[in-house]
């Protein structure tokens, strides 16, 4: 799964990396958690636009919003009722330039950071959607997740699915799912400190390697 995440990139490198028609506004993060507003890229009259999104994807046609779930498998994400239209019709792009993951039994689990070794940008493949009800207006996201490569399996046997710049056309614009596959580039990982357990605590101490 994929439950913690890091955006510290700059405005400007992110509207260029992933060549973005408007200016983008978000808030740098060294612990992006589930249920915050992050950073996403989906297709509108052709172009690449920025918006902020609820992390738990809630589709349009739900009742109400209290089922939010932060991942979709890829191996059912076309066919499952609750994220079938949603990966037809709202594909996007999560920008991210790393994330955690945690090995070990219930309450003695330690903390792992997974980055990419040669950008601090990168983009998950995800799924978002807009929801009305008569007193709210949400526009939600999810992250879709595989099976893990082998940096990531001796910590956690699911990694969330990391687009190449290259493929980022074509999952936007509907690829039949070939793309959700293990990332196959070169990855780095080492150990932090627990600090990162607690959502309050931010910044970029925490993705230093433990000693």
Request: net charge negative; proline share 7%; glycine share 6%.
């Amino acid at each position: 799964m994929c439950g913690r995440f890091t955006l510290y990139t700059d405005e400007a490198s992110l509207a260029r990396h992933f060549a973005l028609v408007d200016s983008c506004r978000f808030r740098p993060g060294w612990n992006i958690t589930p249920a915050s507003d992050i950073p996403i890229v989906h297709i509108e009259n052709q172009d690449r636009v920025f918006i902020n999104a609820h992390w738990g994807l809630v589709p349009h046609w739900a009742r109400d919003d209290s089922f939010q779930p932060i991942n979709a498998r890829a191996e059912t994400v076309a066919t499952k009722p609750f994220f079938r239209d949603a990966y037809k019709n709202g594909r996007c792009l999560i920008p991210a330039s790393g994330f955690y993951e945690w090995q070990g039994s219930e309450g003695h689990k330690q903390p792992y950071y997974f980055s990419l070794a040669d950008t601090d940008i990168f983009a998950f493949a995800g799924l978002w959607d807009h929801w009305d009800s008569p007193d709210k207006s949400l526009d939600s996201c999810t992250i879709i997740t595989t099976v893990a490569n082998d940096i990531m399996a001796p910590v956690h046997n699911r990694m969330p699915v990391i687009l190449a710049p290259e493929d980022y056309d074509a999952w936007l614009n509907g690829d039949n799912g070939d793309l959700l596959q293990p990332y196959a580039g070169e990855m780095q990982v080492w150990p932090v400190r627990t600090l990162v357990n607690n959502p309050k605590h931010d910044g970029r101490d925490l993705i230093k390697q433990l000693q």
